[in-house]
């Protein structure tokens, strides 16, 4: 299976970053036909959000991290954003 | 005088595959427009053919060749994924090329203070070697290289607000000073061109992407700040319109929010700024625009500006 046949919400983050190159450079190079352009371009703004969401997601799990080791008896689980 | 209205019955016989955006559809619902009032009372003047020494101002005669050698007698023949000919486009080709030369004529002869073509297949996509994005003759370029070197215009000011950026009309003036090139288009989309940083060689290419998902207040600003300054600046003779309506909210191929209110207001600055700089001498062309109800109420928004201006 290669990027383009996954779903975008299973890609992880470097996955998703490169279908989203891929489709920055299909955009900037000119290739595309005009028809197929929109859907490309909606592809690629489905993208950003899912690398946006996985990035802040990994925040998330950074803070919580830095609050467990800043002397609170917290633990050090995975801080879950759902 | 009023606005002169250019059509041909071709541009009933340019057919594209089924499913197709760029459809006969799209002439049909404009001559709806243009059979209503207050529409019906506008000089309607049938296109004559453009001839291949026009043409061949913007094209190379090897891209003319090829566009003839191509022309099927059946069927469809694909020059790239998204532009095709069938039987029938070669001569509305012609008649679409030829729309502009006479609208040019005319305004430039003092017969009429403005113009709109109506007709298909559009042209700003198409380059001097290459047919693509639905176009084949550079319909406008013909139109302003026609002014220039047989009817006396010294300097065209040709502003592009389809919503795709204009890349044939750029590429066809990018080293002539003497066309001033602006362009308003979403930006990234299709062909991939428009940005800022390409100016031109003698700097005459002022582009204007929009990022998608804005609408008329940022189209608005960027009439304020960049394209209506250097129109002014370039002092033309002339000012032609690529008027695509796919800007439009309603439309399938694009993301930017304009309404037909916004298509009125950047016309009637193209208006103002041409009864400032050039007798209120004003071409219009028809670009894209692809869902039907949102081409219509912007074409009738255009032609009503069109109208008070030429009146």
Redesign the interface.
């Known amino acids: 299976m290669t990027e383009n046949d996954k779903k975008i919400e299973e890609m992880s983050f470097e996955e998703a970053l490169a279908a989203l190159e891929q489709v920055v450079s299909s955009l900037d190079g000119g290739q595309v036909p005009l028809e197929e352009s929109i859907t490309l371009y909606e592809r690629g703004e489905a993208l950003r959000k899912h690398c946006e969401g996985r990035l802040k997601d990994a925040e998330l799990k950074v803070e919580k991290i830095v609050a467990g080791a800043d002397g609170q008896a917290k633990g050090t689980e995975p801080f879950e954003t759902s | 005088m009023s606005v002169q209205i250019y059509t041909h019955p071709s541009s009933h016989r340019h057919v594209t595959p089924p499913g197709?955006?760029e459809r006969v559809a799209r002439i049909e619902t404009i001559d709806r427009v243009l059979a209503d009032a207050p529409y019906a009372d506008l000089p309607r003047i049938e296109a004559p053919a453009v001839t291949d020494d026009q043409i061949l101002r913007a094209h190379s005669s090897r891209y003319l060749d090829m566009i003839k050698e191509n022309a099927p007698s059946d069927g469809w023949v694909s020059l790239?994924?998204?532009t095709h000919m069938s039987p029938g486009s070669l001569e509305a080709s012609y008649h679409a090329a030829g729309s502009n030369v006479a609208a040019v004529e005319a305004v430039m002869g003092g017969k009429a203070k403005a113009a709109f073509c109506a007709v298909r297949p559009c042209g700003h996509?198409a380059e001097r070697e290459r047919a693509?994005?639905?176009c084949l003759f550079a319909n406008i370029a013909i139109g302003a290289l026609h002014a220039m070197d047989s009817l006396g215009a010294g300097r065209i000011a040709i502003m592009d607000f389809d919503v795709?950026h204009g890349?044939g009309t750029q590429d066809i003036f990018w080293a002539d000073g003497r066309v001033m090139f602006s362009s308003t288009h979403q930006m990234?989309?299709?062909?991939?061109?428009g940005a800022e940083g390409e100016t031109g060689e003698e700097d005459n290419i002022f582009n204007a992407p929009l990022a998608?998902n804005t609408g008329g207040r940022e189209m608005r600003a960027a009439f304020e700040n960049r394209v209506m300054p250097a129109i002014r600046a370039h002092e033309p003779d002339l000012i032609m319109i690529s008027a695509g309506f796919d800007a439009h909210a309603s439309d399938?191929?694009?993301?930017l929010q304009w309404t037909a209110d916004d298509f009125a207001w950047a016309t009637e600055r193209l208006c103002d700024l041409a009864g400032q700089l050039c007798d209120g001498r004003v071409v219009s062309t028809l670009e894209g625009g692809y869902d039907l109800d949102g081409l219509a109420d912007s074409v009738a928004a255009h032609l009503d500006v069109l109208t008070a201006h030429a009146s």
Do not use: E, K, Q, V
């Open positions: 197709h955006p790239d994924p998204d996509h693509m994005g639905f795709h890349n990234p989309l299709f062909p991939g061109t998608p399938p191929l694009a993301n």
